[in-house]
């Protein structure tokens, strides 16, 4: 520990600075092409692929800003997501980034990149950094590259840091695993739903007639049409404050991945709240999360005990009646169909959201119950494995947090 010592970092890094929006429209975002990351893109030490787009090579050459290199670290640095961090993945490379994301790039003669990400993404770091932000931006909080650049940090020798994140690595090597099994368990699932719902190719279709573009027997229905239940959480205004008690209290910003992040980056409420809360929500497990405001079209099934957490004022809550299944819901809002269907529904001036009745107006064709069913049937065992993977996540993750502070402050030598 006596060999530790804080330095400014950016007497450590080659590069600090953010990028830019191009400009052209949609004309310049293509499937596949240079990667466009943004705030969305960048959960505390994890990357989060939902949303990922790409912009054509002509369009990423005239974006003002730094290029995104292997090993770079993605720092939020405005909006709610502000101080989230990651490494960048070598799979989306090459990649650039928009005015909300940071880059910092080491010196790796002084520094370990990784160990800084784990630094920066420890606890006391977190709050220092979102104590920083609060307010700074014109409409919501931010960072400059002159606050990072004057962030102090510790610096062990080169051989400690690397040791620290190669411990701590293995945990986010599981977690990586894991993540990468659930991708291909929901991409399955959802080739499933396009198959049987989008293309029409679900059993028996060869011998079904097809009337005016739809299956003989199928009906059209809205989203209000198979659900007992669609609303949101409760801001806080004049209700409840922000910070008092233990129980989360989950925003847009806690979704990610098609799951929940029941962390330290949850605002938390007392049970007082809770209760107002609850009123308004009546959250249950089985019930589908769908995030209304900012970042459109997030989506979560809730699988987990409801008794110590809630949503807020931007997160729809969705129950199923007997029409359908909840599986075949959550499937349906993560549908392309769906999802663009609220971008070009969202209204808004500084910051868009999709309104109720317009969510609960959303049509397609429903299906007669007995399809759902058979559908539901072949999709549960791969929704369970997902959920138990979460599982598994949320244990690593835990142990893992549990260990970076005590790494980071020395009070573990190794």
Known sequence: MSEWKKVKLGDYCLKIGSGSTPKGGSTVYVESGTSFIRSQNVYNLSFDYNGLTHITEEAANKLKGVTVFDEDILLNITGDSVARTCIVPNDVLPARVNQHVAIVRVDRKKMNGRFLNYYLASPRMQAYMLSLAVGKGASRNAMTKQMIENFEVPCPPLDTQQRIATILSRYDSLIENYQKQIKLLEESAQRLY????????????????????????????????????????????????????????????????????????????????????????????????????????????????????????????????????????????????????CQSNAHGAAQ???????????????????????????????????????????????????????????????
């Open 194 to 341: 396009k198959e049987w719902f989008i293309d029409l190719r679900f059993p028996g279709h060869e011998n079904t007639k097809i009337v005016n573009g739809v299956p003989e027997g199928w009906e059209k229905k809205t989203i209000d049409d198979v659900t007992c239940k669609v609303t949101t959480g409760l801001n806080p205004r004049k209700n409840f404050v922000l910070g008092k008690g233990s129980n989360y209290y989950v925003t847009i910003k806690n979704m990610a991945d098609n799951t929940l992040f029941l962390d330290d980056r949850c605002d938390r409420v007392d049970n007082e709240a809770l209760e107002k809360i609850n009123k308004r929500s009546d959250l249950k497990i089985g019930d589908i999360l769908f995030s209304g405001i900012g970042t459109i079209g997030r989506v979560a099934l809730v699988d987990i005990p409801t008794n110590n957490w809630n949503v807020s004022e931007s997160v729809f809550t969705l129950r199923v009646n007997d029409i359908v299944t909840k599986e075949f819901l959550y499937l349906m809002l993560l549908s392309p169909n769906m999802q663009n269907y």
């Open 352 to 414: 868009k959201g999709i309104r109720m009745a317009d969510l609960k107006a959303y049509s397609f064709n429903l299906p007669p119950f007995g399809v759902i069913q058979k559908f539901t049937n072949l999709v549960t065992p791969t929704i369970k494995k997902v959920s138990s993977i979460r599982n598994q996540i949320r244990l690593l993750t835990e142990a893992r947090d549990r260990l970076l502070p005590k790494l980071m402050s020395g009070e573990i030598e190794i």
